[in-house]
């Protein structure tokens, strides 16, 4: 039972538009989440987060927001550049807990 | 080095055979994971540890076995690899007093094959 679902395994983007990418939690009980970050043959790298008393973060070309009644988070990256070409993680955790749960990841692709 | 590291980073064994994989961390962290990343599963949690001694199943821990005897080392072993532990390994660690909470520090990975 997949609890946090990325569900567009890829996505183009031109240079300078804005990519969005989405995420959907069925876990309830979850109430903080983080977008990850990985490029080939390394470690995912934290981008951003969220808790689930806020409905937008921002950080830098980086927003994510939270849409609790629907369950759905996203991560908006503007503008998009080719150095953002990557795989992004969403995951969430509960009541605290320190451990994640992943979403299956959505392949970026940046195009000049 | 500082920071989070994982050895070996290739690694080619036979079915049946035990494997290792090592992780070690210069933060002290408390909190060490590990992980496995295959197609269209994203990264699942196979192993937690909250502090040395104390350790606990993730999502996927069936055929892994860990120890903590160190805060800085968190050891993974396969004790008899099949070929569905073919995968790519991850260790991270996190410090619960970190400003993000469940903020994750990722090694670099471990690429097994068992044939």
């Known amino acids: 039972d997949q609890q946090v679902k990325q569900n567009s395994p890829s996505l183009s983007v031109q240079e300078g538009r804005i990519s969005i990418l989405n995420c959907d939690y069925t876990n309830s009980m979850f109430d903080y989440f983080l977008w990850y970050k990985k490029y080939p043959a390394e470690g995912p790298t934290f981008l951003i987060s969220i808790s689930s008393i806020k409905d937008k973060n921002e950080d830098g070309r980086f927003t994510v927001f939270l849409n609790k009644s629907a369950k759905h988070l996203s991560l908006h990256i503007v503008p998009s550049q080719p150095g953002d070409s990557a795989v992004y993680f969403c995951?969430?955790?509960?009541?605290?807990?320190?451990?994640?749960?992943f979403g299956q990841g959505t392949r970026l692709t940046i195009n000049p | 080095d500082a920071g989070i590291t994982q050895s070996p980073r290739y690694k080619i064994t036979e079915t049946g055979r035990q494997v290792t994989l090592m992780c070690h961390q210069t933060w002290s962290h408390s909190y060490m994971f590990w992980y496995r990343q295959d197609l269209g599963h994203g990264l699942r949690l196979i192993y937690y540890?909250?502090?040395?001694?104390?350790?606990d199943k993730g999502e996927v821990p069936d055929g892994y076995v860990v120890s903590r005897s160190k805060t800085e080392n968190f050891p993974l072993t396969l004790e008899s690899a099949t070929r569905s532990q073919t995968s790519v390994y991850f260790c991270?660690?996190?410090?619960?007093?970190?400003?993000?909470?469940?903020?994750?520090?990722f090694g670099p990975g471990t690429r097994l094959t068992v044939t």
């Open positions: 540890s909250a502090a040395a001694d104390i350790t």
């Open positions: 995951a969430a955790s509960d009541q605290g807990a320190q451990k994640l749960v």
């Open positions: 991270a660690s996190s410090d619960p007093r970190g400003q993000s909470r469940g903020e994750q520090y």
